[in-house]
């Protein structure tokens, strides 16, 4: 029992004395960065989903009744959502093509919630009538909404293709 507790205590496991350690092996360094992408990619995941929800429920109440929803944003909002959703399953099974429809989806989501942005004239709205901009809180909403997905859009592009280059197996010179 003493002996148990000596060897736990210098750090070693039990049923060696050290000397195997050229034996043992080693997690590679970019297995220890793909964990921690993919729990970045989780998070980052998590959070384009939230903004895309406020997109929609923005897009929802905004609608005036007996009207139809505009079709660029609900297809960017739908586009978003089911790119999000495969990249999801990609980063959960480690699907590199998977993941490259994640960023290729949820890209042209962003684009085509940018251009609705654009197309509505939102940004003149608000800036030719800066002192009404109590009035204008949902359109505010929507263009915080969109700027804040652009940022998130451009960290998890960045995060998805470092974790696709440490997925891949390390290519060796010929």
Not at 131 to 148: D, P, Q, V
């Amino acid at each position: 029992m003493s002996q148990q507790r000596r060897s736990v205590a210098t750090g070693r496991p039990s049923g060696t004395d050290g000397s195997d350690f050229s034996y043992r092996m080693v997690v590679d360094s970019r297995y220890k960065k793909v964990g921690h992408g993919k729990s970045r990619l989780s998070s980052l995941i998590f959070s384009q989903a939230f903004i895309q929800l406020l997109g929609a429920l923005h897009l929802y109440y905004t609608t005036p009744k007996g009207e139809s929803l505009d079709s660029l944003a609900a297809s960017s909002t739908v586009i978003c959502f089911i790119s999000l959703i495969i990249g999801e399953l990609g980063r959960k099974q480690s699907r590199v093509n998977f993941l490259k429809f994640y960023m290729f989806g949820t890209s042209i989501g962003v684009l085509l919630s940018i251009a609705f942005v654009l197309k509505s004239k939102l940004v003149l709205k608000v800036v030719q009538d800066s002192a009404g901009w109590e009035t204008k809180k949902l359109e505010l909403f929507k263009m915080a909404i969109t700027i804040l997905g652009s940022l998130v859009q451009i960290f998890s592009i960045s995060t998805t293709i470092s974790l696709i280059c440490n997925m891949s197996p390390p290519k060796r010179a010929s």
